[in-house]
């Protein structure tokens, strides 16, 4: 007679994802919370530098619609990374994501120059050549002794 009721492991393992989700949210919410800070910030620190005002819920709005867009730039660049291969997102990932847009894409590209620039130049030491191609080269120097 089969048993279809689920196991102690299975409630568990659905606590322990359970569990996982709610401190994935919790920091989430804690993300947008400060991020949406940090966007009002700026929003009010530009409208004051040019002599506006702007009405709080349009800065809530412009937050929400910022965070909105990072979050779908976020998993844009994870696509790219893992289409790539990769695990982890590097910069031509991040310039292929403003393809879109020729200002921001250019903008992108001379910072990224700027910080190749920046740093230190180390030089490729030559790969030695292994013992093998020594030995096929010493042959081919090798002349006969007749």
Do not use: W
Request: charged share 35%.
């Amino acid at each position: 007679m089969l048993n279809n009721s689920p196991t102690m492991e299975d409630l568990d393992g659905g606590m322990a994802s359970e569990v996982d989700r709610e401190e994935e949210e919790a920091v989430t919410d804690l993300l947008r919370d400060r991020f949406r800070l940090c966007t009002i910030s700026i929003a009010e620190a530009e409208a004051k530098q040019c002599g506006m005002e702007v009405s709080q819920p349009i800065i809530t709005c412009i937050s929400d619609l910022a965070f909105k867009f990072a979050e779908q730039l976020s998993k844009d660049l994870e696509l790219f990374a893992q289409h790539a291969g990769r695990k982890s997102v590097n910069m031509e990932d991040v310039i292929l994501s403003a393809h879109r847009n020729d200002h921001l894409a250019a903008s992108l590209r001379s910072y990224c120059n700027d910080l190749k620039a920046k740093e230190p130049n180390f030089e490729r030491k030559r790969k030695k050549n292994s013992r093998r191609e020594g030995r096929v080269a010493q042959e081919l120097l090798r002349t006969p002794d007749t």
